[in-house]
């Protein structure tokens, strides 16, 4: 019995709940914006894909943490 | 490694001899770099190198020559003539003017851009045609290596340090690591913040292009070893859509990583240029 793997994928899916909680926001102010003004939309969608991979970013050091902890335990 | 080889055989041993059992260890294989050419281990100084040539590195030279290849051919051809010049020369010519124009001069203006706009432009279609290789059956993403990522990092380190201290002196860029107006008491509390801060900023960005490029990967993997866990006809069709949906994805973050690297690591040498208090 190998708590790591446990580990692993709790730790994967908490942080997946985190990261797209986060991203979800993020792309709902982004459309509320873009309703409201119209013209900024090419704007607001690059701040909006810019902002998004780095959310993404943070989301996959965890994922880096729980591979290594899978192939530790292996 | 040694440690995968030993459950792997223990889960054969496990599951009886012939009938082959499905661990996913074995999947990692997949993504684990592979030596090509063993060439023997050099010592520099203490640490041992090892020289031989592995796919990845076949895969850096392969982005490299590439990048040369094609970029010499269309500069050619851009220098030539005026008018309509092909395909491949529209096509690298829009790539190169979005990140000269909308990246590099939008975020750093037009003066400190003109020098800093070859640097930008190399590590875009470097980093890029590194991703895209990856994709094509048969090769492998060299930037899925973390030392790939972190070299790259630690150019665009070596550059934002190097330019601030050639842009403001020495003493002066060392002073700016606090805040002006800053109780003296908070100074030797603010130094170490400030220098981690500066280190983890290429840290990030090693970090997120290489797990970009590994989770793709990843996912792709384990959807191909479903059909082997359930060993049924039924679950090809499904698996093979999803993977199909998934290299789409990927496609897309292999520009958008290249994009979001890019982007970062001229923000970084625009604020170590132009300190903006």
Redesign the interface.
Known sequence: MDLGFLAAGVGAGITVFGAGFGIGKLAAAALESMGRQPEAAGDLRTSM??AA??I??VA??S??IC?LLT??S? | MAEHEATHEAVQEAAGHGAEQFDFVHMFHHLEDQVVIPLPAVQVGGLTVDLSITKAVLMLWTSGLLSLALFGLVARRLSRSDVPRGGLTNLFEAMILFVRNEMVYDLMGKETGRKFTPYFLTLFFFILFCNLLGLVPFMFTATAQVAVTGGLALLTFLLVQGSGIKEQGLGTYLRNLVPPGLPVFLVPIMIPIEIVGHLIKPFALTIRLFANMTAGHVVILSMFGLIFLFRTLAVVVPAIAFVLFISMLELFVAFLQTYIFVFLSILFVNMAVHPEH
Do not use: C, R, T, W
């Open positions: 894909v810019i991979a780095l993404e970013g996959f050091f994922l880096v591979l192939m530790k292996a």
